[in-house]
T-cell receptor
Framework: NAGVTQTPKFQVLKTGQSMTLQCAQD?????MSWYRQDPGMGLRLIHY???????DQGEVPNGYNVSRSTTEDFPLRLLSAAPSQTSVYFC????????????FGQGTRLTVV | AQSVTQPDIHITVSEGASLELRCNYS??????LFWYVQSPGQGLQLLLK??????LVQGIKGFEAEFKRSQSSFNLRKPSVHWSDAAEYFC????????FGAGTRLTVKP
C-alpha cells in the first residue's frame, strides 16, 4: 500500500521545456489536488479534481494543465516551463467529504533555469 | 476575500515551554479546519481537525486546538514543547476545496 506516489522527486528544466509531474494513489480516493509550495507562501492550490473526468482550477492555475482519466492518476503538465514555476509540488488525495484528511505525496522539487 | 492567515512566520520557544500558533480564517461560512505539520524535506502530516462539536480538539503528539467562532480562529497549542516538534506548521480550511495558510516555522531552543 504505497499511498500517494509522486514522480520524479527532482527535476531540472530549461525555460520553455514541457514536462509532466506524475501522481498516483492506491487509496481509492475521489478527490485529488496539486499544490505548489514556495517560501513564505505556504501551499497554494493549482488544480483539483473531485473524480474521474472532472477537474477545476485552484488559486494559481496559469501555466499548468491537468486531466483525470482514472481514479488513480492525476498528472500535472507544464506546457512551457518558466523560472517562476521553480517550486516544490505536492499532490494530495482525500476521500469524499470536506471533513476528511488530505494525504500528501513526498513532493517534486522542480527547478527551471 | 476568502483567506487563511497565520500571522507568525517564525516562532522560537525553549524546550519545555508552552506553545501557541495562531490561525485566522475569513470565509462566509464556518469551514472545516485542520492543522498539518511538515518536517524538513517531507510531506504534510495531519495533527488534528475540527468540523463540529466540542470546540477543543485533541490531536497527535500532544497537540490541541481551540475553535473560536466569534474570533474566526483555530489556534494550535501544546503545553510543553519537545525538540522534535521543530517543524513548519500549516493551518488549512476546507470549504469547496482545501486551502492553506502561509505556515509558521517553529524553532525549539535547548
Amino acid at each position: 500500500n504505497a499511498g500517494v506516489t509522486q514522480t520524479p522527486k527532482f527535476q531540472v528544466l530549461k525555460t520553455g521545456q514541457s514536462m509532466t509531474l506524475q501522481c498516483a494513489q492506491d487509496m481509492n480516493h475521489e478527490y485529488m489536488s496539486w499544490y505548489r509550495q514556495d517560501p513564505g507562501m505556504g501551499l497554494r492550490l493549482i488544480h483539483y479534481s473531485v473524480g474521474a473526468g472532472i477537474t477545476d482550477q485552484g488559486e494559481v492555475p496559469n501555466g499548468y494543465n491537468v486531466s483525470r482519466s482514472t481514479t488513480e492518476d492525476f498528472p500535472l503538465r507544464l506546457l512551457s516551463a518558466a523560472p517562476s514555476q521553480t517550486s516544490v509540488y505536492f499532490c494530495a488525495t482525500r476521500s469524499q467529504g470536506l471533513n476528511t484528511e488530505a494525504f500528501f505525496g513526498q513532493g517534486t522539487r522542480l527547478t527551471v533555469v | 476575500a476568502q483567506s487563511v492567515t497565520q500571522p507568525d512566520i517564525h516562532i522560537t520557544v525553549s524546550e519545555g515551554a508552552s506553545l501557541e500558533l495562531r490561525c485566522n480564517y475569513s470565509y462566509g461560512a464556518t469551514p472545516y479546519l485542520f492543522w498539518y505539520v511538515q518536517s524538513p524535506g517531507q510531506g504534510l502530516q495531519l495533527l488534528l481537525k475540527y468540523f463540529s462539536g466540542d470546540t477543543l480538539v485533541q490531536g497527535i503528539k500532544g497537540f490541541e486546538a481551540e475553535f473560536k467562532r466569534s474570533q474566526s480562529s483555530f489556534n494550535l497549542r501544546k503545553p510543553s514543547v519537545h525538540w522534535s516538534d521543530a517543524a513548519e506548521y500549516f493551518c488549512a480550511v476546507a470549504l469547496n476545496d482545501m486551502r492553506f495558510g502561509a505556515g509558521t516555522r517553529l524553532t525549539v531552543k535547548p
